[in-house]
């Protein structure tokens, strides 16, 4: 991946808030990213109702100050669904729930847990 340009200043961002939904029967096992770094997989069951899973950042701020790899989303190579499909939507948290400048859209209807990254 490039990194030309400026990236994005994320060091006031302490928890990232994950609102999706799976449609895909069977739900998806997924790993969440943010900045090159990981969380575990997260089992997403199949539902019709938006949740929220909030991801804790434990990121160093040195590695936030220019970020190029804003998210990613992947499945596991080793039991990778037939198809399936995700619908995501992303809120940056700072300190005190304080929203970032990427607004967060829409109320969640549901909780899944937390992950952290």
């Known amino acids: ?68 790899l804003l998210f990613s989303v992947a499945v596991s190579v080793d039991a990778p669904p037939s198809s399936g499909s995700l619908l995501i939507d992303w809120d940056w948290r700072q300190p005190g729930g304080a929203r970032s400048s990427m607004p967060f859209r829409r109320k969640a209807e549901g909780r899944l847990g937390q992950a952290q990254i």
Not at 28 to 48: C, R
Not at 53 to 61: D, E, N, Q, R, V
């Open 1 to 68: 991946m490039l990194r030309n340009g400026v990236g994005y200043d994320l060091t006031a961002v302490t928890q990232a808030l994950v609102r999706l939904r799976c449609p895909t029967p069977g739900g998806l096992s997924v790993q969440f990213g943010v900045a090159g770094y990981t969380s575990a997989f997260v089992g997403i069951p199949q539902g019709t109702n938006y949740s929220l899973l909030p991801l804790t950042l434990s990121i160093p701020a040195s590695d936030l100050t220019n970020v190029h």
